[in-house]
């Protein structure tokens, strides 16, 4: 797989707030590609840097290995974070005024398939429910067959089945070749969807590969939790570290690691035991939760 879209040593301010400090990333073709970050990371700058639509102070967005052109557009379908749509018309009636837009649109049988618009066409915009809502945002963002589709938190405000739901609509599109450039604030999405991911803070890149990898590099063995209740002693059990509310020992003996914790008089009422995920990744880079 070639890189259909790289990003070299991206930077953009306003003002005096360096939002991106110089970024480089490199997008696969065919992938599905996640932009993780606390809010004010840079991501939206970033993303809306590489979509074309604002320029950075410095830096290069080489699209198949060349500088993007004015015809870099066209290759673009783009579900923005929040969208108005035209009023009193039905969802079909808009998606027939889209396609009209453009020189050969994707069929309307085929929009309604990958977006699941089956049951909603002849409902009003005004009337659709905020899952609703995204899938036909989705649906006019790949009218024009894009050959990268970007979505801004695209399942952002949905309730857990309706994100279910779009992930399946986002497995669709990524079938069909499209590549996928997406940021989100979930873990569990990111997981689910992303080839890759890079997770951004503070307008720089910390990490960027495929998830397992970067859980592999980052931990190893079981993440053990346990309340503090405020009560720290000055001497921790090896490898400990107070992590919010908890103690926290990352440990590939578990056992021995119990054993410890009991000897040392631990209260153990509340402990858990899990394999480390992103989210633990992510607080372990950033110092603080995703969805803060
Ligand atoms: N148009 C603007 N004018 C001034 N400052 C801006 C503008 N857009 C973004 N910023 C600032 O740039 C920094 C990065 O913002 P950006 O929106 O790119 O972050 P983000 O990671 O997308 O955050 P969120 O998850 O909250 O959407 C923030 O400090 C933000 O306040």
């Known amino acids: 797989m070639s890189n259909i879209l790289s990003v070299r040593n991206l930077k953009k301010k306003y003002g005096s707030v360096e939002a991106v400090k110089g970024i480089d990333l490199s997008i696969r073709q065919g992938s599905c590609f996640g932009l993780l970050g606390p809010n004010g990371a840079g991501k939206t700058t970033s993303i809306e840097i590489m979509e074309g639509i604002i320029p950075p102070d410095s830096g290069e967005i080489l699209f198949r290995g060349k500088p993007i052109d004015r015809h870099f557009k066209q290759k673009v379908g783009i579900q923005f974070q929040s969208t108005s749509l035209p009023e009193f018309i039905t969802v079909k009636e808009t998606l027939e005024l889209f396609r009209s837009f453009y020189p050969s649109p994707r069929e309307m049988d085929d929009l309604i398939e990958i977006c699941s618009l089956q049951d909603i066409l002849d409902r009003d915009n005004r ?84 998830p397992e990898e970067l859980l592999d590099k980052h931990f190893e063995g079981v993440l053990i939790r346990v309340p503090h209740n405020g009560k720290i002693p000055e001497i921790l059990p090896e490898g400990a570290i107070i992590q919010g509310n908890n103690l926290e020992i990352q440990t590939t003996e578990l056992d021995k690691t119990l054993k410890d914790l009991q000897l040392n008089s631990w209260n153990l009422m509340g402990l858990s035991i899990h394999k480390p995920d992103l989210e633990d990744l992510f607080i372990k880079l950033t110092g603080s939760s995703l969805r803060n």
């Open 127 to 210: 009337k659709l429910s905020g899952g609703q809502r995204q899938r036909m945002l989705l649906a006019l963002a790949i009218i024009p067959r894009p050959e990268i589709v970007f979505l801004d938190e695209p399942t952002t405000g949905l309730d857990p089945q309706a994100r279910r739901n779009f992930w399946n609509l986002i497995e669709n599109i990524k079938k069909e070749n499209a590549t996928v450039i997406l940021t989100t604030h979930y873990m569990d999405e990111a997981r689910r969807l992303c080839d890759t991911i890079a997770i951004m803070d503070k307008g720089i890149i910390l990490e960027c590969a495929p």
